[in-house]
Nanobody, 126 residues
Framework: QEQLVESGGGLVQAGDSVRLSCAASGRAASSNVVGWFRQPAGKAREFVAA????????RYADSVTGRFTISRDNSKNTLYLQMNNLKPEDTAVYYCAARGNAITVLSTSRSGYSFWGQGTQVTVSS
């Protein structure tokens, strides 16, 4: 069974750092392209970052470029999102996602991802 399980969220202060983890199993663990999305309360889910596990190509949303870093440990089937200099506007539920197994192109679109985690809340207080 495909599964993505996020962890690492919580309540932090502006300027703090947090690292999110996403453990993959089943078909999701074989996906070449993985990513992070977030959904602020009452708003649409938005792209944060994506990574090609084969060539390490990455893409970031403009709002997080320079502050967030996506990385992976293939031996552990785990995806990470290092978030530095957090701002109150980063408050959201963060989801990890994976594209279909044969796909190698990065995508910033929610519809481009087949597998999703349950999400982890990150709250940044000012």
């Amino acid at each position: 069974q495909e599964q993505l399980v996020e962890s690492g969220g919580g309540l932090v202060q502006a300027g703090d750092s947090v690292r999110l983890s996403c453990a993959a199993s089943g078909r999701a663990a074989s996906s070449n392209v993985v990513g992070w999305f977030r959904q602020p309360a009452g708003k649409a889910r938005e792209f944060v970052a994506a990574l090609n596990r084969i060539n390490d190509y990455t893409r970031y949303a403009d709002s997080v470029t320079g502050r967030f870093t996506i990385s992976r440990d293939n031996s552990k089937n785990t995806l990470y999102l290092q978030m530095n200099n957090l701002k109150p506007e980063d408050t959201a539920v963060y989801y990890c996602a994976a594209r279909g197994n044969a796909i190698t192109v990065l995508s910033t679109s929610r519809s481009g991802y087949s597998f999703w985690g349950q999400g982890t809340q990150v709250t940044v207080s000012s």
